[in-house]
């Protein structure tokens, strides 16, 4: 805990406040409204932007990973709550705080277990598709607080509001960097300017509705918001610790997931390693942390954690510093944040859902492999149609059955040599000189329950169509393992190859797959012989 402490210098401290500043000022605005996505009163995002950055600090290892509410994880707490509380109860804040302990606890466990290893089910491709598939959800529903109400019931103050407030985001994200630039600011400094163009809208339209009496024609805002820190909190709903159980454990991995994508990234730049495990029991505390405070599941956010580190953020003090701010915000007086208008709070959030719709990997999925980009859109699909819980779990049974698929279909080579050399290789792909009697064949995965019998059916064939061979000699380079299986079925070839008077030889197998063989009769029992390389089998046994 605090290692970072224990190397931190006093040159350090500008960009350390510089960025617990600026990350201050984006988390005002993207608190509320996040939480608002979660289904809860928009103070619960600033609670829990307070405690759960200081528990990551203690025990996180990334020194410019901003933990936090994100789009992501509150809708994903507004599906779970749904079907068991009414959004904005007093039960439904419970729950909210609940599924955070819950996730925060699955987190924590994982963590000291040492089990990060878990989340690495999660592929890309599902990960990108249950952002896209999310993000179009979160988009879809600030549509009624943009405009004030689902066409043709629109409320029109709202909607210009609210259109206006997305068109000045949508060009401050495309376009104020560049121009900010031109105007002499260095090129980090205009990025950050860039992203705090939320905050400033979001000032700006607050300004408007005190000054024009919007709210009293009818333009939602925020409503009070209490003063003062949040409180502990310690109420659970017994009734609902198993309902909630199975979102907590999907939570906590998305949880992580986010986290670590966002964190490794920016680590990659320093040259710092994260620990996963240690990454798991901060996220786990920081969860625990916001369940405590009256707050909802929380992550490391990718974009903030990119401002953080741009704006000059040296370690986990910047964290620290943006916490105490927003809890200075609660203690000041917050009439203000009461003004807040729904519409300018949906366009920030639409704004920045727009960012996570990024199709490169689709694209580059679908030339590649397109099992896993059926796998990408079926998750996205899967979202959209019946809900997050179900549509990453088709995403993750999609990319486990192509895995397995593939697994139970392992690649078999037929081996010739390179002429004057002692290189073997495909026969398909190179030009290589083969032997009368003697066939090669490369197996190029490891050999267990699944793939042994589609293993011994393509040397059936390749023994069909090689008539007349005489030895059989399977090379084992790419073979790591050899399960109890695939050492039966082996013998069975072994007993069959016998009966026609085929020789099966062994080649350039592996220590640790030796060691194993050593144990079992296989060897004792092989008709032919083992070869340390293709080479010394071919010099052997070529005709």
Same mark, same amino acid.
């Given at each position: 805990m605090l290692s970072w402490l224990q190397h931190y210098r006093r040159a350090m401290l500008p960009g350390d406040i510089s960025a617990g500043i600026v990350v201050a000022m984006m988390m005002i605005p993207q608190g509320m409204a996040y939480a608002l996505v979660a289904g809860l009163p928009p103070?619960?995002?600033?609670?829990?932007?307070?405690?759960? *950055?200081?528990?990551? $600090?203690?025990?996180?290892? /990334?020194?410019?990973?901003?933990?936090?509410?994100m789009a992501i994880t509150s809708l994903m707490v507004a599906s779970a709550l749904a079907p068991l509380a009414l959004p904005g109860s007093a039960l439904y804040g419970v729950l909210a705080a609940q599924l955070a302990l819950l996730s925060g606890a699955v987190l924590l466990a994982c963590g000291l277990l040492r089990i990060g290893f878990v989340a690495n089910f999660f592929s890309r491709p599902v990960m990108s598709g249950f952002t896209i598939g999310s993000a179009i959800l979160i988009a879809w529903g600030q549509v009624r607080p943009l405009l004030g109400g689902m066409p043709p019931a629109v409320h029109w103050p709202s909607a210009a509001m609210g259109l206006g407030a997305l068109a000045l985001l949508l060009w401050a994200r495309s376009w104020m960097a560049g121009t900010l630039r031109r105007t002499g600011l260095s090129p980090v400094a205009a990025d950050i300017g860039s992203k705090l163009a939320p905050m400033v809208v979001v000032i700006g339209a607050t300004i408007l509705v005190a000054a024009m009496g919007l709210d009293a024609r009818g333009v939602a805002t925020t409503g009070a918001v209490p003063a003062g820190l949040p409180g502990l909190n310690l109420a659970t709903s017994s009734a609902h610790w198993q309902p909630l159980l199975q979102p907590a454990l999907l939570v906590g991995f998305m949880v992580f997931l986010i986290s670590m994508s966002g964190a490794q990234a920016l680590a990659l730049k320093r040259g710092e390693k994260l620990g996963s495990n240690r990454e798991l029991v901060g996220l786990g505390a920081a969860n625990i942390g916001?369940? %405590?405070?009256?707050?909802? *599941?929380?992550?490391? /956010?990718?974009?903030?954690?990119?401002?953080?580190?741009?704006?000059?953020?040296?370690?986990?003090? @910047?964290?620290?510093?943006? @916490? $105490?701010?927003?809890a200075l915000a609660l203690v000041a007086p917050t009439g203000w944040l009461a003004l807040l208008p729904l519409p300018a709070l949906a366009a920030t959030i639409i704004v920045a859902v727009l960012g996570m719709l990024d199709l490169s990997l689709l694209h580059t999925a679908w030339r590649y492999d397109r099992a896993d980009a059926a796998a990408l859109l079926a998750t996205a699909a899967g979202v959209l149609v019946l809900g997050v819980e179900a549509g990453v779990v088709v995403g993750v049974a999609l990319s486990m059955g192509a895995l397995i698929w593939r697994a139970s279909r392992p690649h078999i080579a037929v081996l010739g040599r390179i002429a004057g050399s002692e290189h073997f290789r495909n026969v398909d792909r190179y030009s290589t000189e083969t032997a009368p009697g003697l066939l090669m064949l490369r197996v190029d995965a490891g050999l267990f329950f699944g793939n042994v019998e589609a293993v011994n059916e393509r040397i059936e064939d390749e023994l069909k169509a090689h008539a007349g061979?005489?030895?059989?000699?399977?090379?084992?380079?790419?073979?790591?393992?050899?399960?109890?299986?695939?050492?039966?079925?082996?013998?069975? %070839?072994n007993t069959s190859l016998s009966q026609r008077g085929v020789l099966l030889h062994l080649a350039e197998v592996k220590g640790p797959v030796m060691d194993r063989l050593k144990q079992s009769s296989l060897l004792q029992a092989l008709n032919g012989r083992l070869f340390l390389s293709a080479a010394m089998a071919w010099d052997e046994l070529a005709c």
């Open positions: 103070v619960a995002g600033i609670y829990a932007s307070i405690v759960p *950055p200081l528990l990551y $600090a203690l025990f996180g290892t /990334s020194s410019t990973q901003s933990v936090g509410p916001s369940a %405590l405070s009256g707050g909802f *599941p929380v992550t490391g /956010s990718i974009s903030r954690s990119a401002v953080n580190f741009a704006a000059g953020a040296n370690s986990q003090l @910047a964290s620290i510093i943006t @916490a $105490a701010l927003l061979t005489r030895h059989l000699v399977l090379v084992l380079s790419a073979v790591n393992s050899i399960d109890t299986s695939a050492l039966f079925g082996l013998g069975e %070839l």
